[in-house]
């Protein structure tokens, strides 16, 4: 079993920045791909941004530019960087491992983005 414990959201400005930790308590597969997805009350869960084992990356187009994503494989970890944030941007925000077919999900964590 994996368990993804997430940190650093929070309640911030628009146009401020947060970055959101994510880390794995251990890694059962040496191929994989983390994310990050975010989910309103009553809507479907979606993709953020993702990045694979091997650096690969992919984002949500309501994101580029403004959000980055990395992962440290030798802490199990990824990482969000999120600048130039929206209101829109309000959301819970959940870490997700993918290995093979077994996926696993964190608690989520909240980022609210209000004056």
């Known amino acids: 079993q994996v368990q993804l414990v997430e940190s650093g959201g929070g309640l911030v400005q628009p146009g401020g920045s947060l970055r959101l930790s994510c880390a794995a308590s251990?890694?059962?597969?040496?191929?994989?791909?983390m994310g990050w997805y975010r989910q309103a009350p009553g809507k479907q869960r979606e993709l953020v941004a993702a990045?694979?084992?091997?650096?690969?990356?992919n984002y949500a187009d309501s994101v580029k530019g403004r959000f980055t994503i990395s992962r440290d494989n030798a802490k199990n970890s990824v990482y969000i960087q999120m600048n130039n944030l929206k209101p829109e941007d309000t959301y819970d925000y959940y870490c997700?491992?993918?290995?093979?077919?077994?996926?696993?999900w964190g608690q989520g964590t909240q980022v609210t983005v209000a004056s």
């Open positions: 251990r890694t059962l597969f040496r191929i994989n791909t």
């Open positions: 997700n491992l993918l290995g093979g077919t077994t996926e696993y």
């Open positions: 990045i694979t084992s091997g650096m690969s990356t």
